[in-house]
């Protein structure tokens, strides 16, 4: 039988929301069959088993070279029909039976947020593992529009699966260090890169203060990875605390508490923060970008992140309005049910059948 082999090497890599796609699918995959190999490259892990099934540590190095050298040569080694699984963007491009996952084009739609280096690599890399692939795996009907489109790929090749909130996500809370309990505050969680958006954010949130003369705070959470290009963060003084990286039971407080979750990015393929925030009860104001719409729906306030005018209404009107902080609390628990990383990973498993009895190929 063709084995199916997992590419692990998202276990070496800082936890974004591509990172969390990737665990939460291997997770499930591997409650319902332990006929998978799981492979990673020397190195830190984030975890070494997934309910029993261990994480093997094969090659010599890691990066890139693992994936595009010494990944392929293992897989040549234990079965040249093997079939290979990858959940975090990138694979080997001499492997054809796989199946790649793409996110979003991010790197396409918004350049300037990522280095010279990592948009050449992906514009290398991407058109030739989408044109190699058996399958591929996408997180949203945006996303899948937008890889059609750009890289014209036939629509019945991408599956959509979408991401979820983990169940174990609000096991636990905690309060960050050095914050007042009972602050009211507005709650940011992104990088900031600058498709986020976070820094005409904070403009817009200096503004909503000048002129309503509120007390909420602004208060962000995340920190830049090293392929992006980051916006500056101005969070002295005018009501902002930038908090950097938390645990995720300071997360989940933060969620929790906060008046309302803020999320003005200008391009997403999914956005799991604010699934994340709705599952722990907070109103959710968010952009009317990119996969934003078709996540939530109408759970949430939803404002063009490029007017500011929109995004002061929203922030005036969820600091003001209790009933309506209410009202998307609620709206956000029923969108949260349109979601299951459980159902998301069957939709997998599906297209793994699919691609080992030969329904699907390039």
């Known amino acids: 039988m063709m084995p199916v082999v997992i590419n692990c090497r998202f276990l070496t890599q800082p936890t974004t929301g591509v990172q969390r796609f990737a665990e939460q699918i291997v997770e499930y995959l591997t409650r319902g069959t332990s006929n998978l190999v799981l492979v990673a490259p020397p190195g830190q892990l ?21 994936e595009q050298v010494q990944l392929p040569r293992y897989l040549r080694r234990i079965s040249p029909e093997a079939l290979l699984v990858n959940l975090a963007n990138t694979g080997p491009v001499r492997w054809k039976n796989q199946i790649v996952t793409l996110h979003d084009i991010s790197y396409v ?45 036939d629509a019945a090749r991408i599956t959509v699966i979408p991401n979820a909130v983990d169940d174990d996500f609000l096991q636990a809370e905690a309060v960050p260090r050095g914050i007042h309990p009972r ?19 904070i403009e817009m949130f200096k503004r909503y203060r000048a002129t309503s003369g509120s007390s909420t ?28 990286r938390v645990s995720d039971a300071e997360l989940v407080w933060l969620y929790r508490h906060a ?10 393929g999914f956005g799991i923060p604010p699934l994340e925030a709705q599952a722990a ?75 080992r009895e030969g329904g699907r190929d390039v």
Do not use: C
């Open 46 to 66: 984030s975890r070494t088993d997934f309910n029993g099934t261990p994480v093997r540590v094969i090659g010599s190095r890691g990066g890139h070279y693992w």
């Open 217 to 244: 705070e602004l208060w962000i959470v995340g920190g830049s990875a090293r392929s992006f290009t980051a916006g500056t963060l101005s969070a002295g003084g005018d009501g902002i605390r930038a908090l950097g």
């Open 109 to 153: 739609r918004q350049p300037e947020s990522y280095s010279r280096r990592f948009r050449w690599f992906y514009g290398w890399l991407i058109p030739r593992l989408l044109r190699r692939a058996r399958a591929i795996l996408t997180v949203s009907e945006f996303s899948k529009r937008e890889i059609q489109g750009f890289y014209h790929v």
């Open 281 to 355: 009860g907070a109103p959710v104001l968010a952009s009317n970008a990119a996969a934003l719409p078709e996540v939530l729906g109408q759970s949430a306030l939803l404002a063009d992140p490029l007017a500011g005018e929109e995004m002061v209404t929203g922030l005036q009107r969820l600091d003001a309005d209790a009933e309506l902080r209410d009202s998307l609390r609620a709206a956000g628990d029923s969108n949260l049910r349109r979601f299951s990383w459980e159902r998301s990973a069957a939709v997998v498993m599906d297209v793994l059948r699919s691609v």
């Open 259 to 268: 008046r309302a979750f803020v999320f003005p990015s200008l391009y997403e």
């Open 183 to 201: 602050a009211s505050y507005f709650l940011v969680v992104s990088s900031l890169n600058v498709h986020k958006n976070v820094g005409p954010f």
